[in-house]
């Protein structure tokens, strides 16, 4: 079992930036890719980012590309959302995902999911 908790939302002005945290406990965090999906009440949960086990292979949503950065430090089993250029459509719960497989994450099939942060974009 992995335990993921998600830190580091809040509310921040449109065109600004924020840093949000997932840290992982109870298994090996290292040997997993990590992502970042996001859900608005009544929309599906939509891909953000992805990382590798590594930290050498990213994926974006074209959403998010250009403005948003994923990445981890596994000596301290974090994975980090560094999100800039906020917009008011950035507003959402912030979910942190582990799979194994990056490839899965991309394709929504995760195995450990975080509770979430809730991130609000005013503009």
């Known amino acids: 079992q992995v335990q993921l908790v998600e830190s580091g939302g809040g509310l921040v002005q449109a065109g600004g930036s924020l840093r949000i945290f997932c840290a992982a406990s109870g298994r090996s965090f290292s040997i997993y890719a990590m992502g970042w999906f996001r859900q608005t009440p009544g929309k599906e949960r939509e891909f953000v980012a992805a990382i590798s086990w590594s930290g050498g292979s990213t994926v974006y949503a074209d959403s998010v590309k250009g403005r948003f950065n994923i990445s981890r430090d596994n000596t301290k089993d974090t994975v980090y959302l560094q999100m800039s250029v906020l917009k008011p459509e950035d507003t959402a719960v912030y979910y942190c995902?582990?799979?194994?497989?990056?490839?899965?994450?991309?394709?929504?099939?995760?195995?450990?999911w975080g509770k979430g942060t809730r991130v609000t974009v005013s503009s």
């Open positions: 995902a582990a799979d194994p497989i990056l490839a899965n994450l991309v394709n929504y099939e995760v195995e450990y």
